[in-house]
């Protein structure tokens, strides 16, 4: 083989070289668009976060965007939703040089309801680029402010409230025993402490002319005939009964016995059926004799449990005083003790109030809550219906002992509730001058006694107008609102409904028999004194008070 000349090398070199040379150059991988972000909210105006509430009906959403916005991309990406995630169709524009985008519903929004807009991140930039992270905003909107009802004097609206709420005893009474079903969902169960609420609730209604007395009679006798028959144990009622048989339908497992402070109610409201019932005829002559007998039936001092130095809640034939529930102040359970002492056949002693209800002076307070110093009980008051049950009965004007001055103690009570609820330190959305009330009611999916201390932004129609003799400016704020701008959602066939909470628009659909009783019953005694007057003439009941160290210009 010849050799190759070193001068052929170098032009294979140089040929190769440019061969090499003319070949596409490699491309770079494609580059994704980068992402573009949020950048500022303002709902008609004002930016308080992503949530809003007490908007108009037609709320201006501005979202703006660091990058501008491709307004095709805005279907299917932004969608305005109701609670139930039903589609609210809207008006969509960009302006700011197109990174804001202007969300504006169609067509009105319904008053006191959640709507919830979203931006998902399909949501793209004018280069294409996606958002990258999703935003929610929720819209809550504000009162209708419009009247629901056309303007009637106050003192109609005041019998109207009573009539309408009197016909959750009267229409909606149990068919055999004539007492007051727990609550309009309860078939059979009836109350024994709601149905003495109910037979107050009667009384007034006789004398602000709903019913005849002798319609309010005959339901009376119902009533008085079916209790001589129901089940006690030791004289006391238990809290729920069949209102067919009158057996006894357990509260809990072992409260299946005698409820002390429901009987309680129960008898307060019979013994003022008897003030009432005061004709010499032989129909009302019989019943006075027989709630006389169902009231001397009641063993309150067997309830001492072996004469200890306070009285108990529950007794059970079955778990005997398992439940270990001692009656102590200050709550509701005031009347307990009044009903116990006034006892002429099984009565109590003035130590076993001291001890066991006063607990030797512990029930005092003394400190002061939103500006009102609070003689009784706990922080804050507690739940209102404390200034209520018992003192749908018991008059509290004047009305004083070595504890406290309860006209004081009432009123005190409440205008703590209603400063609470002006103050709103929780934030809830609705409260106010007009809006105020907490106490025991329905919650959504559950129940609870709301007070200042355990406010789930839950307000109870009962907590203020149960309150009217306290604070009869504030309570008829309250009203007012609760019918004229409420009442589409609040009112109903017996009244007011349970709750409702503006917060979370939620609005009961339930009506109690504990809450429905006072409001007809302390507005009575606001107007009239009625039930109070009736309550407080009873012989053993001034002399009952009397042993207990009370002073009254009613006693």
Known sequence: MSKISPYFLILLLFVFACKKGDTPTPVDPP?????????????????????????????????????????????????????????????STLENNDNTLVITPSAALQAITKYT???????????????????TVNLI????????????????????????????????????????????????????????????????????????????LSRM??????????????????HWLDGNTGKVIPFSTKDNGGDLVETSYLMAGLITARQY????????????????????????????????????????PNYNWDMNLPVKGWNECLV?????????????????????????????????????QLPLGPANGGPLFFAHYSFMGINPKGL????????TQTKAHTQINYNYCVANPMGFYGYGT????????????????????????????????????????????????????????????YGFYDAFSLQNQWFASSTLAIDQGPIIVMIENYRSNLIWNLFMSAPEVKAGMRNLGFSSPNL
């Open 31 to 91: 580059v994704t668009p980068t992402s573009f972000s949020f950048s500022d909210l303002k709902v008609n105006g004002t930016y308080t976060g992503f949530t809003y509430y007490g908007l108009n009906n037609v709320p201006v959403v501005k979202i703006t965007f660091s990058s501008p916005i491709n307004l095709s991309s805005v279907a299917g990406n932004i969608t305005l939703t109701d609670a139930a995630g039903t589609i609210t169709a809207f008006t």
């Open 434 to 493: 007009n809006c105020w009330g907490l106490t025991a009611s329905d919650i959504n999916g559950g129940y609870t006694a709301s007070a200042p201390g355990n406010d789930v932004g839950v307000i109870a129609p009962t907590a203020a107008l149960s309150s009217f003799p306290y604070t009869p400016t504030e309570s008829m704020q309250a009203l007012k609102y609760f019918y004229y701008k409420l009442g589409n959602k609040t009112w109903g066939d």
């Open 221 to 238: 006798q119902k009533i008085v005939a079916f209790l001589k028959t129901a089940e006690r144990f030791h004289g006391a009622y238990p």
């Open 336 to 372: 307990t003790y009044v009903m116990a002492a006034a006892s002429p056949a099984y009565s109590i002693p003035k130590t076993v109030y001291d001890a066991g209800w006063a607990q030797n002076g512990a029930m005092k307070n003394g400190n002061t809550y939103y500006g009102v």
């Open 117 to 135: 807009l979203t931006a998902n991140t399909g949501l793209l930039s004018k280069t294409g680029s996606k958002l990258q992270s999703g935003i």
């Open 141 to 216: 909107t504000a009162v209708d402010d419009t009247d629901k009802f056309a303007r009637i004097s106050d003192d109609e609206l005041l019998t109207l409230v009573q009539k309408q709420t009197f016909k959750y005893f009267w229409d909606f009474g149990h068919p055999t025993s004539g007492l007051a079903r727990e609550r309009n969902t309860s078939g059979n169960t009836v109350t024994s402490g709601g149905s003495g609420f109910g037979i107050m609730a009667l009384v007034t209604g006789i004398s602000r002319n709903f019913i005849t007395r002798a319609e309010g």
């Open 400 to 407: 004083t002992d070595a504890y406290a001055n309860y006209e």
């Open 277 to 316: 019932f005061n004709g010499t005829d032989a129909n009302e002559t019989a019943l006075r004799t027989d709630i006389n007998a169902i009231y001397n039936g009641v063993e309150w001092s067997w309830y001492r449990k072996d004469n200890s130095s306070t009285l108990y809640w529950h007794w059970s």
